[in-house]
């Protein structure tokens, strides 16, 4: 097998060069030299087969850009490592289908049929020799799983220097600031380079109104169970109070939490016959905010507000924003084979944007989950997030964990577990137990954030019928949340008094820091999103 290489150079600003794994040299002015896997003979699809839709994947080397010697900005270079992974998939499939062959071949050899022909000496010849190519195709397998491995990390890589440039592009004046003076010390000179090469994400002070941008997004407010008939759920959302029940049709509205007679709360009230009715004087309002009766007086042409309002898989969804709202609801279901064993909500007093910082972030767990599901974790000597499919999802290293943040304010997670607060293997592919978590953090105030969660299993489903459980996990849920919630109203505090909480980004501090980047584009009104899976 002789494998050809693809160069390519970099024209990144950027004097980095990872050593290990990537084959990466350093080029002129610092730039890069990136190079692909691509390569090698031709695939096995001339030995026709009946897998045939399984295999007959093209070859994507025709496909791949010729870059070969050329200055490339970040995007070709991304482009050249998704060319990579496609060439692992075609390359694994080929690998795959020598072995299915194979094995093909040994079943043909064992043929009762054909035995009667071969003699016992022949068979054993042609089983040896295919045991021979056998091993040899396991090889190959193996081979190709480094490969996958290196491309997964070169591509993560990329990522990482395409966002490394949005941050350099983001605050070029803050930059140009740290500039050393010519007679600093060497010591001084350091720490201001130290300081400049930095990534700029600068959160403090008091915690300001919500930019408009950030509401035109469908927000999950309430989970199905939670809004029987005849219910009310008062809730805070951007700032306003709104009060969620079912018309008569069953469907959820969404209305303004406040009387347009003399401002009492609705929710203090009740709901008849599908209308809300105020407390005060009876006033009754339908979902869509008309009020259908008024009685002791003349019913007038009256209206509060109201917000789009739909339940699907399980949850409630509003549109609080001005836009038309988008046509359709994300799903935050677990993946096929999970079942919800829990679904819990809390009033936080922190502003949603720290609590999605904190639950980003995995690192912290050996030192603040010390008496929960991280109790007995030892320390890793190097914590990883690594983004190969999308900038706001991807996996952690060495945990079996993957995350994702789901704009506009969800974090989903799946841990592999052997039993719960034990974590197992390096990869949740590799475990064969899952516990799947959503995170729902909804700006309720400038300080308050209403937090719904929802927890499932694809074990133990027995669980689900055991009396009391369900307050168990509720407990558990709360103890995890209380050993970070000192921390974060810590944090809060003095953010308010100035303190800047993304002073000193470090590299397992990816996935916050991008969805910070996420919400900097959506408040700044960006027309293109960073990190769109769309784009
Ligand atoms: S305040 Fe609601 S009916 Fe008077
Ligand atoms: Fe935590």
């Known amino acids: 097998m002789t494998a050809f ?8 600003p950027i004097s980095l060069c990872r050593s290990s794994k990537l084959s990466c040299k350093k080029g002129v002015r610092g730039g890069f030299r990136v190079f692909a896997v691509l390569g090698e003979e031709g695939g096995l699809l001339d030995k026709k087969n009946t897998w045939g839709p399984l295999f007959d994947v093209e070859d994507p080397r025709s496909k791949m850009p010729k870059f070969k010697g050329k200055f ?17 998939d075609w390359r694994a499939r080929q690998d795959l289908l020598t072995i299915m062959i194979l094995h093909e071949k040994v079943v043909e050899v064992l043929n009762p049929l054909a035995r009667e022909y071969k003699s016992i000496g022949t068979m054993k010849k042609e089983l040896a020799e295919l045991q021979d190519e056998l091993s040899q195709a396991h090889r190959q397998v193996h081979i190709s799983e480094a490969r996958v491995s290196t491309a997964l990390d070169k591509l993560a890589y990329m990522e990482e220097l395409v966002n490394d440039r949005l941050f350099q592009d983001r605050s070029p004046a803050e930059s140009d600031q740290a500039s050393p003076s010519p007679s600093s010390s060497t010591q001084s000179l350091d720490a201001v380079k130290n300081k400049s090469s930095r990534k700029n994400l600068k959160v403090s002070g008091p915690v300001q109104p919500y930019q ?35 018309g008569k049709d069953g469907k959820p509205g ?3 939490n406040t009387c347009a007679h003399r401002a009492c709360p609705l929710h203090l009230g009740s709901v008849n016959e ?9 006033w009754e309002y339908s979902t869509d ?24 898989e399980g949850m409630i969804w509003v549109w609080p924003g001005s836009d038309p709202p988008a046509a359709t609801l994300p799903s935050l279901q677990p993946p096929p084979g999970f079942q919800v064993h829990a679904e819990i909500v809390m009033e936080l007093p922190v502003e949603h944007g720290l609590l999605l910082d904190n639950l980003l972030d995995l690192a912290h767990a050996p030192f603040t989950h010390t008496s929960t599901f991280a109790k007995g974790w030892s320390v890793p000597s190097l914590v990883k997030f690594l983004t190969p499919a999308s900038g706001l999802q991807g996996y952690w290293d060495p945990y079996p964990i993957d995350m994702e943040f789901r704009p506009p304010c969800m974090v989903l997670s799946t841990i592999g577990i052997s039993k719960p607060g034990k974590l197992e293997g390096q990869s949740t592919s590799e475990c064969a137990t899952h516990l799947h978590q959503l995170h729902v953090c909804l700006p309720s105030s400038r300080q308050k954030t209403r937090l719904l969660y929802r927890m499932s299993l694809d074990f133990a489903p027995v669980l689900k019928h055991v009396p009391f459980m369900h307050y168990l996990w509720k407990h558990f849920a709360e103890q995890v949340l209380n050993e970070d919630l000192r921390l974060v109203l810590g944090q809060q505090e003095r953010m308010i008094n100035g303190a800047n909480v993304w002073n000193w980004p470090v590299s397992y501090d990816k996935l916050g820091v991008r969805y910070r980047l996420w919400r900097d584009a959506v408040e700044n009104g960006a027309k293109q999103l960073p990190f769109d899976k769309s784009t």
């Open 72 to 88: 490339l900005d970040a995007y070709q270079a991304l482009e050249v490592a998704r060319y990579d992974i496609q060439y692992c």
């Open 274 to 282: 599908g209308r809300i009715q105020c407390p005060y004087h009876g």
């Open 289 to 312: 905010g008309k009020c259908e009766k008024m009685p002791s007086t003349l019913l007038l042409n009256v209206k509060i507000k109201s917000l789009p309002c739909f339940e699907q």
């Open 212 to 246: 408009p941008h950030l509401k035109n997004f469908w927000y999950p407010v309430a989970f199905s169970t939670d809004l029987k008939d005849g219910t009310m759920i008062p809730i805070d959302c951007f700032e306003e109070p709104w009060v969620l029940f079912r």
């Open 5 to 12: 290489a693809t160069a390519a150079a970099l024209s990144l």
């Open 254 to 256: 969404c209305v303004q």
